[in-house]
């Protein structure tokens, strides 16, 4: 799978969007990006995935650039809820039985402030 | 909304011990993976399992690693002679025909002493 690049952190003030950015060069024609969060140690929670088309649903917004080698997830109004490890991570999706393996990077930590 | 189970949520043992850590994924899911989480470290893969076997392993799951599913809805990891380094959360995640988004549980949080 690809390799992701993210900032280390970032801060939001509480009701702004979030954009969390994701560099992906060496993505592949059949790798999707999937955005999963983590808030403090829970298990890690599936936000949004997309393979060339901007996606949303009722988390998030996922805007994927023309030539694929970068995205933005966007959280159009952060909680303080929101505070978590946002991890973006490329793989092959549907590539056939148990292969649903995901390589965690260190993500961004997103800090939603009052 | 589905969600995927763990018990316990923590488990303290002996070095040397056996420990299994159980899991119930989701009801109508086919595929189910462990993970674990050192403190302060990446989530990292340990194993996927379908279809009654390993599908995929990583190199931390060695010959000490187990996985069964014994019956219709546990899902199981047992470590045979705990470690120190053991010490970490296990996550427990399953997915559905279409394999395309993964969910997990909350977690078991493994203290080897």
């Known amino acids: 799978d690809a390799k992701t690049t993210q900032p280390t952190s970032m801060d939001c003030a509480e009701g702004r969007a979030a954009n969390l950015p994701c560099n992906h060069s060496t993505i592949s024609g059949n790798e ?83 | 909304e589905p969600e995927v189970t763990q018990t316990p949520s923590h488990q303290v043992t002996q070095m040397g011990q056996e420990v299994i850590l159980r899991c119930v994924p989701i009801s109508n899911h086919l595929y189910f993976y462990w993970y674990r989480q050192i403190l302060g470290q990446k989530v990292e893969f340990l194993v996927s399992f379908y279809n009654n076997e390993i599908s995929e392993k990583s190199e931390i799951f060695d010959d000490q690693f187990s996985v069964e599913r014994p019956d219709g809805s546990n899902f199981t990891l047992k470590i045979r002679s705990t470690k120190l380094e053991d010490s970490a959360m296990y996550f427990c995640a399953s997915t559905g025909q279409a394999n395309t988004e993964a969910f997990f549980g909350q977690g078991t949080r493994l203290t080897v002493v």
């Open chain 1, 32 to 114: 999707y990006v999937y955005w999963y969060r983590q808030i403090h140690s829970q298990g890690p929670q599936y936000i949004i995935h997309g393979l060339k088309n901007n996606e949303t649903n009722e988390m998030a917004s996922l805007i994927i650039t023309e030539d694929r080698k970068s995205s933005t997830l966007i959280l159009p109004h952060a909680t303080l809820r929101d505070t978590a490890v946002y991890y973006c991570i490329v793989r092959v999706a549907g590539s056939g039985a148990g292969s649903y393996q995901l390589t965690f990077g260190k993500g961004t930590k997103l800090s939603v402030i009052p």
